[in-house]
């Protein structure tokens, strides 16, 4: 049996705070705000995990009031919610996911990010993709005001 799903995140972006997606560290002059370290792909990536087991939202897994997940490593929350996914008996076949980002270019740190992401979802570096656009100077992505994540996963009973 196969399950699918999807997830998505938005992040306002703010001068003083670290950018980090896909828990790889961004050189940027603006970064995530939010309670965790506000990792829009990893939000995306856990939340479509969380669709397709039909488990709630990464909100109800994480409350954003809980204490313990103030600066949480967004990889840490993925990997809870992997355990989640393996003790229902599933394994990750492939991700596709898009960031949507104004600045800087994400090209560098791609293969970074799949490297890191591919550790934590127990799959092959392949089986992971993250394709970058930019928002074309429109709307909050475009104006540096958000980042945005978009992600589906597949998942498969073993
Ligand atoms: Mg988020």
Redesign the pocket.
Known sequence: MFRIGIGH???RLAPGRTLVLGGIEIESELGAE?H?D???LC??ITDAILGALCEGD?GMHFPDRDPRWKDAD?LELLSRVMWLVSERGFRVINVDATVMLERPRLRPYIDQMREKLAGVLSVEMECVSVKAKTGEGVDAVGESRAVMSQAVVLLQLV
């Open positions: 995140d938005t992040h939010g965790s506000s990792d829009a939000h995306a990464i967004s």
